[in-house]
């Protein structure tokens, strides 16, 4: 199959059934955090991208042929750019309502709600996920760097429309990256935001995957707990935190130790060439962190590659090899 895939099972949807409607990479958004990659046609032109026909052949194969005896709790329209780009959209959810029972959800970034015709052609799925990061202007073109066409105050107003019309349930998510759009300022506008749109439900979320561009950093578990707190303030609907922090500390962890490993032997380097204070250390390798350089050190020292020696009422350090040689 080219555009179906799974079942795969999501935490929010069950076994999802996917439905790929655009080749990568078109999109109307760049987000930073985005694991598909650059996007390399920014656009807000919608057309049939791939052609409905083919994707109404392969939804009639799979439900002649079953999915290898797997279940499927619903379909999910989605894509490796935005899918509300594709002109068939419509079509698509209908024909999946006229051959099954089974639920239809979208994946979208939100963007072209603005456009009655996008609204009329998603108001007969079952469950709208859009995305909105960031609701004050340059959060959002530093997260989503968004196509020229793309106007953030219509991106809300489009969504708080759709709100309005739907009979389905919309599920706002939201992506916090660090340092980029997690400020006060930004939870407060988005406040203002899930307010306007007032959504069933809210789903806070981080860069839990290997993102677009390096930049990109998850939050950490006490900012989602903020953000979450914030959010919930004056909203009737469920606030919830999707991301699994235990295993990103855990990555965390692990990218730590191997930065420190670094360290400590960039230290162990640099002490080759002549004794150093600590604070010295620190500066020359651009640390920035006494209790780390500190901490490096120490490891140098138990292993017995350092020693201590203290000049003029200086401490400085030294690698034992030089001084025995
Ligand atoms: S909207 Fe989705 S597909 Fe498009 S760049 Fe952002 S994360 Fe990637």
């Given at each position: 199959m080219k555009y179906l895939f799974g079942p795969v099972y999501s935490r929010?949807?069950?076994?999802s059934l996917g439905i790929d409607l655009?080749?990568?990479?078109?999109?109307?958004l760049n987000c930073v955090y985005c694991e598909v990659g650059p996007t390399t046609e920014l656009t807000c032109e919608r057309k049939e991208y791939v052609p409905t026909a083919d994707i109404l052949q392969e939804i009639d194969q799979l439900l002649a042929k079953g999915a290898g005896g797997r279940p499927i709790d619903v379909f999910t329209l989605t894509a490796m750019g935005e899918p509300t780009l594709h002109t068939g959209i419509g079509e698509i959810i209908a024909y999946l309502h006229e051959k099954t029972e089974k639920p239809v959800a979208v994946l979208t970034n939100?963007?072209?709600?603005?456009?009655p015709k996008v609204r009329a052609e998603l108001s007969a799925a079952d469950i709208i996920i859009p995305s909105l990061d960031a609701a004050r202007q340059e959060s959002f073109e530093r997260v989503n760097q968004p196509a020229a066409a793309v106007n953030l105050e219509q991106v809300i107003e489009g969504l708080a429309l759709f709100r309005r019309e739907f009979h389905g349930e919309l599920w706002l998510e939201i992506l916090l990256v660090r340092d980029m759009n997690d400020s006060l300022e930004d939870l407060l506008a988005l406040q203002q935001a899930v307010r306007r749109i007032d959504p069933a439900r809210i789903q806070l979320n981080t860069v839990a995957r290997p993102p677009m561009?390096?930049?990109?950093r998850p939050v950490t578990r006490e900012k989602m707990e903020q953000a979450a707190a914030i959010l919930a303030e004056g909203y009737a609907g469920r606030v919830e935190i999707l991301v699994d922090f235990q295993a990103i500390e855990q990555k965390e962890f692990r990218q730590g130790t191997q930065l420190q490993a670094k360290l400590v032997e960039d230290i162990a380097a640099l002490l080759q060439r002549r004794p150093c204070p600590i604070e010295e250390i620190d500066t020359a390798l651009h640390i920035q962190d006494l209790d780390l350089t500190r901490a490096c050190v120490q490891v140098l020292v138990s292993a017995g590659r350092l020693e201590k020696l203290v000049h003029n009422n200086k401490e400085f350090y030294q690698q034992v090899t030089v001084r025995k040689a």
């Open positions: 929010r949807l069950g076994h655009i080749p990568p990479k078109i999109c109307s939100g963007t072209l709600f603005f456009d561009d390096g930049r990109a």
